[in-house]
C-alpha cells in the first residue's frame, strides 16, 4: 500500500472521529441550526421599521415671537416624529416632566425673534432630551434639524402668500404705467414736450412703487428662475428687467435726445413692463407652497428586489454564525487533543500534521456547510429571504468563510493551554466582528486603518459577497473572494508550521 | 554496607564504557540508551542511565511510582528530547524516526488517550487508520477486541466503561497494526490477575514472534515474566540482569533453604557458617531450618549434602528458594532509601 493512500487513511480517521463526535451531540447541532433559525423568524415578526416617535413638551417663553397655536400647527405637521404632549411657558417645570420620563423631548421656542434677526443672526429652537445612545442622539439632533427646516418653510410660505396678495396691486400700477407710457409716446410724436414730461413723471412714480413692490414679490420668482437657468433656463431675472425699467425711464427725461430716440426707449420701456406684468401673472399661478418648496426628491432604486431590515441582516447573520462555528469548533479542537493526551499518541504515531489537519478540516468544513444548506434553505423558502444570484457561487463564498475561519480556530488552538483559554479567544474574534466587519455599522463609518481589522475578518467578506449574491443577484467581487481564500491559506499554513512544533514536541 | 557497596559496584559496571563484547550486543540490540538524563528545570527524572535491550526480548522495567519509568519510556519513543546521554532505537535517534520507522513501533501511554465519546470499536479504528491499516482491517479489529475480551463490549461509548476496560482498549489500540516493537507503559494496571496472566502469555507469544517489549509495571512480581529487567529508583537505574541474576544481586547470592530432621545446635550452626561456598548471613527459619546463601545453588546442593552426612546430621531437603520480586525489590531499593 503506497504512502499517500497510508496519509488519505490516516487523514480520513480524524474526519471519521470528528464527524462521530459531533453527531454524538444531536442537540449541538439542532442548536446551530434552529437557534439562529429562530432568532431571525422572531425579529421579523418583531421587528417595526417605523421612526421613532417622541412625546414632545413645547416651551413658550414670554417675549416669543410665535403662538402656541402655530406651535401645535407644526408639532401636527411633523406627527410622524413627534407627538404633540402640550406646551408650557415654564422651562423648570418642563425640565422637571423630562427628567420623569413624562416627556422624551422638549423644544423651547426662540425670544425676541424679530430683534435676534435684525441684528443679523439666527434665532435659536432648544431641544433638551434625555438620552444617552449615541444613535438616539443623533436622532433628536436630525429631528431638530427637521423641525427648523419646517418652521422656516412656514416662514416661507406665510411670506409668499402675502406676496401674492401684494401681487393685486402691482398689476394695477403697471396697467397704470403701460397706460402713461402710450400717452408719452403720443405726446412726443405730437412735440408737446409739456405733455411728454407731464406723462413721464406719471411714469416715473408708477416704476417707483413697482421696483419697491415687485422686488419682494417677485423675488422668491427671480431666484427659482435663476436656480433653472443654472439648469440650462433661459430667462432674464426679474432684477434685471427691473434695473432696465428704471435706466430707460430716468433717460426718458433727457431733453437732449432726438424724437427717434425717445420713441425707441418708449418701446423698450413698455417691452418690460410687458415683461413685469407676464412674470407677475406667471408667479400668482404659482401655488406658494410650490414657490418655497420647489423641489422635491424621489428615490427609485435600480436593485432586482427591495430587501426588507430582516433580509439585508440575513447574510451577514449567516457569515457571522458560520464563522463562529468554525473558528469555535477549530479553536477546540486541538487544544482537547492536547489535554486528553493523545498528542502523546501522535507523537510516536507515523502521523503528520498535514494529516491530522487536513482530516480536521474537511470534517468541520462538511460539518459548517451541512448547517449553513439547511439554516439557507430555512431562510429562504420558509422566511422567503430573496435568493437572486447563484446558489454555486453562494456555496463557493460559504466554504471560503468556513475555510479562513477554521485557520483563525486552529492557530487559536494551537496557541491556547486550556479549553477555557480557546472559548475566550473565540469570543474576541466573535466581538470583533461584531464591531468592525459592518454587521452592526457600515464599513465607512471606520476610520481607514481601523478597516484593517475588518478585512481580517471572514465575516465582513462574507457579508459583502452573500449580500451580493443573494440581494444583487450578481456574481461574487472575485478579488473579495480571492483574498479570502488567501487569507485562508495563510492560515493553515501556519496552523501547520504550529501543528508541526506540537506534533514533534507533544509535551 | 556491604549491600551498599554491592550496589556501587552494579552501578558501575552499568555505567561503564562498553567493552567490544558489548559492543557486540549493542549492535543486536533493538534500543540502545547511554547517559541517559533528563530534566525538567531544576528536577532530575531520568539520571545517568545506560542499557540495551536485545532483539526479540520482554524488558522489564521496574520501579516505584514516580522513579522516572514513564519518562524514560518517553525518552525511547522521542517524546521527550534528553538533557544528556543518548538513545537510539532500531538504529536510529527516535526524534528522527521517519513515517515508516514510526510505522513499526507500538505505544500505550500509561494513562487513556482515546476519546471518551467513541466507541469502543471507533477508538480502536481510529488507532488502526493512525497507523494506516488498509480497509479490510475488521478482522484485525475484531481479533484485538477479542484479546482483550471487549468484543462484547464494542458498541459501547469509551465514556462508559470501567478503567481496567480502557487499559484493555489501550493495549488492543497498541497492538492492531502488528508492531515490531512495542513500549507498554504500564498496561496491566488495574487489570484483574486472570487476564494479566492472559497478556503475558501473549506478550511471550510476541516475543516468540519475534517482536522486542519494553514494559514498564509497578507489578514488581511480573518482572519474572521478562527476560531482562531494569529495576529503577529516584531516576536512577539500580541494575539491569536477568530476574535470576537480580535475585542473586540482591541477596549477593543464591538462596538454598537447608532442612534437618533434628534442631540444629549452635555448634553446627557455626560450623555451616564457616564453609566457603556459604556467603554473608545465615539464617534460621525454624528449629530445624537453615536459609543459607550461597555463591551458586546448584553446586553448594551436594557440597551441602557432603559436609551434612560428614557431620552426622540427617538432611530432610536441600532446596533453592526464590523469594518473591516484591521482597527483591525492597532488599534492592533498601540501601538507596537508607541512603537518601
Sequence with gaps: MGNFFRSIIRASSFFRKEIFEILRQPRLVTTLVLGPFLILFIFGIGYRDQSRNLRTLFVVLPNSAIAAQDIQQYGQNMSSLFTYAGVTGDLNEALDRLHRGQVDLIIVEPVDVISTIKNNQQATFTFYHHEIDPVQVSYINYLGWLYVGEVNQQVLLAFAIQGQKDAVTLHASLQEAHQNVSAMRQAVQSGDQALAHQNHQKLAGNVDTVSLAAGTSLGLLDSLQQTKSTNGGNTDPVQAVLADLRQNTSQLANNTDTKDERLARLDKTDQDITTLDSKLTEFQSIKPSIIVSPFRSETKSEANVQPTLLDFFVPAVLALLLQHVAVTFAALSIVRERNVGTMELFTVSPLTAAEALFGKYISYMLFGGVIAAILSALLVFILHVPMLGNWWYFALVIAAVLFTSMGIGFAISIVSQTDSQAVQYSMIILLASVFFSGFIMGLEKLWQPVKVISWMLPTTYGTVLLRDIALRGVSPNWWLLGSLFAIGLALMLISWRLMRHLIATSL | ?340
Excluded at chain 2, 480502557?166 to 497494526?177: G, I
Excluded at chain 2, 484483574?192 to 492472559?198: A, E, I, M, Q, T
Excluded at chain 2, 527476560?227 to 541474576?245: A, I, S
Excluded at chain 2, 527459619?285 to 552426612?309: F, K, Y
Design chain 2, 1 to 340: 554496607m556491604k549491600g551498599n557497596d554491592k550496589l556501587t559496584a552494579v552501578e558501575q559496571e552499568i555505567s561503564a564504557p562498553v567493552s567490544s563484547s558489548e559492543m557486540d550486543q549493542v549492535k543486536s540490540s533493538v534500543i540502545s540508551a547511554r547517559h541517559l538524563t533528563k530534566k525538567f528545570g531544576d528536577e532530575v527524572a531520568v539520571q545517568d542511565i545506560s542499557f540495551d535491550v536485545p532483539r526479540a526480548s520482554i524488558f522489564g522495567f521496574i520501579g516505584p511510582s514516580g522513579s522516572g519509568k514513564t519518562t524514560t519510556v518517553r525518552l525511547l519513543t522521542g517524546v521527550y528530547k534528553p538533557t544528556d546521554g543518548e538513545v537510539m532505537v532500531m538504529d536510529r535517534n527516535p526524534a528522527k524516526f521517519s513515517h515508516n520507522e514510526r510505522a513499526l513501533l507500538g505505544y500505550m501511554p500509561q494513562l487513556f488517550v482515546l476519546y471518551p465519546n467513541l466507541t469502543v470499536w471507533e477508538n480502536l479504528n481510529f488507532a488502526a487508520s493512525l497507523y494506516g491499516m488498509g480497509l479490510f482491517r475488521g478482522k484485525r479489529l475484531k481479533n484485538a477486541l477479542r484479546f482483550v475480551e471487549l468484543y462484547e463490549h464494542r458498541v459501547k461509548l469509551a465514556r462508559n466503561i470501567s478503567g481496567g476496560m480502557l487499559r484493555r482498549l489501550s493495549l488492543a489500540a497498541t497492538l492492531v497494526h502488528d508492531p515490531q516493537l512495542l513500549f507498554l507503559d504500564e498496561p496491566t494496571a488495574g487489570i484483574d490477575p486472570v487476564l494479566r496472566h492472559k497478556f503475558w502469555d501473549h506478550f511471550r507469544e510476541l516475543k516468540n514472534q519475534g517482536r522486542t517489549i519494553f514494559i514498564t509495571t509497578q507489578y514488581v512480581s511480573e518482572a519474572d515474566n521478562c527476560d531482562l529487567v531494569g529495576v529503577q529508583n529516584n531516576g536512577k537505574l539500580l541494575l539491569v540482569d536477568t530476574p535470576k541474576g537480580i535475585r542473586h544481586h540482591a541477596y549477593g547470592g543464591d538462596i538454598v533453604d537447608f532442612h534437618t530432621t533434628e534442631p540444629f545446635n549452635f555448634q553446627a550452626e557455626a560450623l555451616l557458617r564457616s564453609l566457603p561456598f556459604v556467603l554473608s548471613k545465615t539464617f534460621r527459619t525454624g528449629d530445624n531450618s537453615m536459609r543459607i546463601i550461597v555463591d551458586q545453588a546448584s553446586t553448594a546442593t551436594p557440597e551441602l549434602m557432603g559436609w551434612a552426612h560428614q557431620q552426622n546430621i540427617n538432611v530432610k531437603t536441600v532446596e533453592e528458594y526464590m523469594p518473591p520480586f516484591e521482597d527483591v525489590f525492597v532488599e534492592l531499593v533498601r540501601p538507596q532509601v537508607s541512603h537518601g
